[in-house]
């Protein structure tokens, strides 16, 4: 029995080594085989051009129109319509705000590196609303403008690490609805403000 235990064990280890060969077998020819061939958009031969004239999307088709500010922007950060139908960057390497005709002119700038009023030091997210104020957030604050660049006043106050209401933890994005209410995201909450800076909503993280 003692020789029939022995054979049963070297039996099984044989079948374990097989099964282990293959399986190493099928990992490496796997690993080994071709990719897929490219469409034929996607050909490395293919010469591309950007931007493409046109973009496919849904619901519309995208036309590319124009390039704008290429020369003097570096390292915008948000972009916003006003309701004059010119556009407001926020420029975070230089630390200003620069405002484009819809052709793309630059009309006028401002701003400067520093955490004074009309200053900055960190710029994220710019919005705009039906009034011509335009809101920048960054620094944990949000500053107020008219849209020549008017400092008009600020809603400030550091946050902390998770952040309270009417105060902010890294402000990124800000957004104005249809009546000028004003949302402003930071890194941990979302917080609803009135026109004059009133906190209307707190929406912390669950």
Not at 55 to 62: C, K, R, T, Y
Not at 170 to 191: C, E, F, H, R, W
């Amino acid at each position: 029995s003692r020789n029939k235990r022995k054979a049963t064990m070297l039996f099984l280890k044989r079948v374990r080594a097989f099964f282990l060969l293959a399986f190493v077998v099928a990992i490496t020819a796997s690993c080994a085989s071709p990719p897929p061939p490219l469409p034929p958009s996607a050909s490395p031969t293919q010469p591309s051009t950007w931007p493409p004239a046109t973009i496919a999307g849904s619901p519309v088709d995208a036309v590319y129109l124009a390039t704008i500010g290429g020369n003097v922007l570096k390292g915008p950060d948000g972009v916003a319509v006003g309701a004059d139908g010119n556009i407001y960057v926020s420029d975070s390497q230089n630390r200003r705000v620069q405002k484009f005709s819809p052709n793309g002119d630059l009309l006028t700038k401002w701003g400067s590196e520093g955490h004074g009023k009309g200053q900055f030091f960190i710029m994220n997210g710019i919005a705009t609303d039906g009034k011509g104020f335009v809101y920048v957030a960054g620094d944990s604050r949000v500053q107020v403008f008219t849209n020549d660049g008017r400092f008009v006043g600020m809603w400030w106050g550091d946050g902390g690490l998770w952040g309270s209401k009417g105060r902010f933890t890294g402000p990124m994005k800000i957004a104005v609805d249809s009546v000028g209410n004003v949302y402003v995201a930071d890194s941990t909450n979302l917080q609803k403000f009135s026109p004059d800076g009133r906190v209307l909503g707190f929406w912390p993280p669950p």
